[in-house]
């Protein structure tokens, strides 16, 4: 809605500035004993609308993208418990196992920033509530499907979306989530995305905000990654050709900043096997300088 109003008002001062430009255009065209008459005010008008246009532009370059304040105090974050176990309503047998939480982040020198990243999460909450029915329905309909002996086997699905703070400062504030998906297979689908916000505006900041040169990012990233994964204990759960799908890790919502550095995620069957789990890869401040941000470089 911010960008939208943004937009907007940008919109209003090319308007404004057209609108300037076309009536001294129009005033060019009267009558000569009309301009010599109205030579001296003319100038005055034009000088002012100078001014005023300059003045304009320099309110565009000025106002900021997002509301910000200067913090002192990092954001507060407490969690809503949504866990619930989902019953078949005839039998009470266990359908659905649901593990949920959402942040609800206070941020006192801010509160519409607080209110623009609680609603962020309120709707992530609110799309999980048709994954869960979907997944519930599954549950019931495969139950029902089952013989009377195959019943008594039967330990109903998992669904979870968790989240737990990483890290927060007057800068940014980083929510980690935790997802997993269980329908009976060997081992749940488990992934792992992060969240990092600007603390004073309440943006969720992507790599064009955090990188100034991404392109080094993506180079100093790889490099990481790569010391990583081809170490103890990952070395010998490397998928083949594990190199190539190295560079498509580093994503959005795959990355967020810690206490000392840019923390990126690397989900199972990106290029190691599932057994290997959530692998977290740190990129320390100091090798960022230049690269990153420094409105959101560690001071």
Known sequence: MKKKLLLLGLGMCLLLTACSGKKAAEEEKQPDTQQEEETETGEASEE???????????????????????????PEVTFDDYSQDIKDEETGTMLLSVMEN???????????AAEKINMAFEQKHMENQSYIEEDADLARSEYQGLSEEEKKDWAGYGYGCTYKMMYASTKVLS????????????????WTNAYCFDAATGKLLT??????????????AKKHILEVI??????????????????????????????????????????????????????PYEELDGILNEAYMKE
Do not use: R
Not at 208 to 217: G, P, R, S, T, V
Not at 248 to 254: A, K, P, S
């Open 48 to 74: 002012t609308g100078k001014q005023e246009e300059a003045g304009e532009g320099s309110k565009q370059e000025e106002s900021p993208k997002e509301s910000s304040i200067e913090l002192t105090q990092p």
């Open 102 to 112: 959402c942040p609800v982040v206070s941020i006192p020198e801010n509160e519409a």
């Open 175 to 190: 929510i980690e989530g935790q997802s997993y998906q269980w329908q009976g297979s060997s081992h749940p689908n488990t």
């Open 207 to 220: 790599m064009a905000d955090i990188f100034i040169d991404k392109e080094k990012a993506m180079e100093l």
């Open 230 to 283: 081809t170490q103890d204990p990952y070395k010998d759960a490397l998928l083949d050709d594990y190199e190539s799908f190295v560079p498509d890790i580093l994503t959005e919502e795959v990355f967020y900043l810690g206490e000392n550095g840019l923390m990126i995620i690397c989900n199972p069957y990106m290029v190691t096997v599932y057994a290997a789990g959530v692998i977290e890869v740190e990129v």
